[in-house]
């Protein structure tokens, strides 16, 4: 059997743009997805925690260091600039590989970089 867990979290992530004239997906800052271990057309939940709307899209690698947190399509009529999102990916394990698994968590400061 297989379950579904957390993988990676970019936590309190600030959108820095909403592109409604995009085909869809959210581009994510290069530095940030490494930390998080998160890649290009990964699949990811979104949590917008100001308004409580919650979707899922795919990946774009955006600028390494630009602090770009961009909803594209679609998805950018559930956010507004300045919103803190949490971005989350899941993995499938076994049960016994989840017990021991932990996942890549990042805490962006409020320009979306990480600390030092």
Do not use: W
């Not at 592109?19 to 057309?41: F, R, W």
């Not at 998805?75 to 049960?95: E, F, L, N, W």
């Amino acid at each position: 059997m297989q379950i579904e867990v957390l993988k990676s979290k970019i936590h309190c992530a600030r959108v820095t743009e909403a592109n409604l004239n995009y085909m869809g997906s959210i581009t994510i800052d290069e530095e940030l997805m490494d930390a998080a271990g998160l890649i290009a057309g990964e699949r990811v939940h979104i949590v917008n925690n100001n308004n409580g709307e919650r979707f899922d899209t795919y990946i774009i690698k955006g600028p390494r260091h630009s602090g770009c947190i961009c909803l594209n399509g679609a998805a950018a009529r559930k956010v507004q600039v300045g919103d803190v999102c949490i971005i989350m990916a899941y993995a499938s394990m076994t049960p016994e590989e989840a017990r021991c698994f932990k996942p890549s968590i990042v805490f962006p400061d409020a320009d979306n970089h990480l600390p030092a």
